[in-house]
């Protein structure tokens, strides 16, 4: 499909710059621009300037204009109305305590992989862990890192809620703590290779990692730096005497 102009410029301020606390992803600035391109030029052009609205302080405007898009069921608007309603409400007039989670949800069922996540995360205080669990596999299949992360934790708790569905892979998330599963979606997120990925999973699954082996295979791993180690400081000491 041909990608309009404005479509293009759109992407460029809202995804690949990673506005409204989204990581730059060029992917998935491709696969909006694919979808923002078979809607009407008004939809673009209604997003930019929310955008440029939001980038100059004007938080009652901005809200207003993704307003008209998120009620015309835009899930990108309605992610960025719930966000700057949730990090900039008191200087809102419109924003109501409820506002965030009702956009995030209406996103999220339109399939909007961060949206997904924040409403996982918002079924798992809630302790609908059921529920959560199936919105994180969703994210993960949108390539939202925190839905593997989610996901893994699960496995790592023990939480039982059955079966989940990635991307045709199915994982059991049973009452016992399954932590090779765990380590094996942590590390699918941190494939992502995004910050958020790298840092959000890479990190844990090295804590996991080191938490887990058995000393016989800790020794396997770090005995030949051992005996290099050694190797290098008698050369050394020879070499000085």
């Known amino acids: ?51 440029l609205e939001f980038q100059g302080g004007r938080y ?16 990108i608007a309605q992610y960025n109305l719930a ?10 007039e419109y924003c109501k305590t409820d506002t965030p989670l009702q956009y995030y949800s209406r ?14 995360n918002h079924l798992w205080s809630k302790k609908q862990f059921h529920a959560s669990a199936r919105w994180y596999a969703r994210a ?15 496995a790592l708790e023990g939480i039982p809620v059955g079966i989940v ?5 199915a994982h059991y998330l049973g009452p016992d703590t399954n932590t090779s599963l ?19 999973c890479g ?6 990692t080191i938490t887990t082996i058995s000393p016989i295979s800790l020794m396997i791993i770090i005995l030949p730096y051992l005996t290099s180690l050694f190797l290098l400081s008698y050369l050394v000491t020879r070499a000085t005497s």
């Open 107 to 120: 996103s999220a069922g339109l399939n909007h992989g961060p949206s997904q996540a924040y409403y996982a």
């Open 182 to 200: 765990t380590k094996e979606l942590w590390h699918r997120c941190f494939e992502m290779g995004e910050d958020e990925a790298i840092i959000g």
């Open 140 to 154: 993960a299949e949108n390539s939202v890192p925190e839905g593997y992360f989610g996901l893994g934790y699960f």
């Open 83 to 92: 966000w700057i309603c949730e990090e900039f409400g008191s200087q809102i």
């Open 1 to 51: 499909a041909v990608v309009s102009t404005q479509s293009t410029g759109v992407s460029a301020e809202q995804l690949i710059q990673g506005i409204h606390n989204q990581t730059g992803n060029c992917t998935e600035a491709v696969r909006y621009l694919q979808r923002l391109s078979d809607q009407s030029n008004i939809v673009t052009r209604h997003l930019r300037e929310a955008a």
């Open 165 to 169: 569905t990635v991307n045709g892979s």
């Open 203 to 208: 990190v844990p699954l090295v804590l996991l």
């Open 60 to 75: 009652n405007s901005a809200f207003l204009r993704y307003l008209v898009l998120a009620e015309a069921e835009v899930e």
